[in-house]
């Protein structure tokens, strides 16, 4: 029996070896950079669950599985002679001392904001024209995800308003457009508009709009399933109850929230 070090991220690399090797796993034999895809993604989104549960247990086993993610494709381009685990380590700590000048150079950052601006200048001169700004954004993100890093992107180009006052008045503008907008084509290209400038209106207010609507989800899912057990509980179907009881349970739900340390003012 080989000796094991399953504490280290050289275990985990030896381990992965072993399964895609000689009397390996037939299934871990199969996977390619493309057969993960979906996996990597999936896995990403179980981490932001635990973190918005702040489940501590929870966050050490989905960080495992990135990690495992990570290794597979670090070990899939081994095998190809595409690149190796030390390419990877070393590009990404070439960059972390590239982009820390007031850490490992002569630059002064004495606030968060003052080392943002320098990432972000040490970005522009790496990307020196071979792309846009909003160019690298992978297509693939969520629309939600991808219109926040728009946001940030063309307001740290100094494409921005003066105060939170001008966000909210286009998201007034915005909400007017769509009260007059005549056809389907119309109202779905305002609806983008306003979904659009309340991404705006929650980078303002340094809110991560990915992680409120989720969490927005979570919360109406809560409350409408107990509205379901509600009903259910008293034999009658949910769909069958008028707007007024329905509304009422909604409250009742809101309210059970609130007590479980889920408050919130609307």
């Known amino acids: 029996m080989v000796q094991r070090d399953e504490s280290t991220f050289d275990g985990l690399r030896n381990l ?14 199969e996977q ?45 381009a081994e095998e190809n002679g595409e690149f190796t685990y030390e390419d990877v380590c070393r590009r990404i700590n070439e960059k972390l001392v590239r982009r820390h000048p007031h850490v490992f150079g002569d630059q002064e950052a004495k606030t968060a904001r003052q080392a943002e601006m320098n990432w972000e200048a040490i970005k522009e001169k790496e990307r020196a024209g071979r792309s846009t700004l909003l160019g690298g954004l992978p297509t693939s993100m969520p629309a939600l995800a991808t219109s926040q890093a728009i946001s940030h992107r063309a307001a740290r180009a100094g494409f921005e308003w003066d105060n939170v006052a001008g966000v909210l008045g286009k998201i007034s503008e915005e909400l007017g457009e769509l009260e007059r907008a005549m056809t389907q084509q119309e109202r ?6 306003v979904l659009f400038s309340l991404v705006n209106l929650a980078r303002w207010h340094g809110i991560d ?58």
């Open 16 to 29: 992965l070896s072993r399964l895609r090797g000689p009397g390996g796993c037939p299934w871990d034999k």
């Open 32 to 76: 390619t950079h493309k057969s993960l895809r979906s996996s990597l993604l999936e896995e990403c989104y179980e981490v932001l669950e635990a973190v918005d549960r702040s489940d501590v247990v929870g966050l050490v086993e989905e960080l495992g599985d990135i990690m495992l993610q990570l290794a597979y494709h670090c070990q899939i």
């Open 188 to 193: 779905e290209h305002e609806v983008g508009d």
């Open 209 to 266: 709009a990915e992680s409120a609507l989720r969490v927005a989800n979570t919360r109406f899912r809560g409350r409408f399933n107990y509205m379901e057990a509600s009903c259910l509980e008293h034999g009658v179907a949910f769909t069958t109850i008028p707007m007024d009881e329905k509304q009422a349970l909604w409250e009742a739900a809101k309210k059970r929230q609130c007590c479980q340390g889920g408050c919130e003012t609307e």
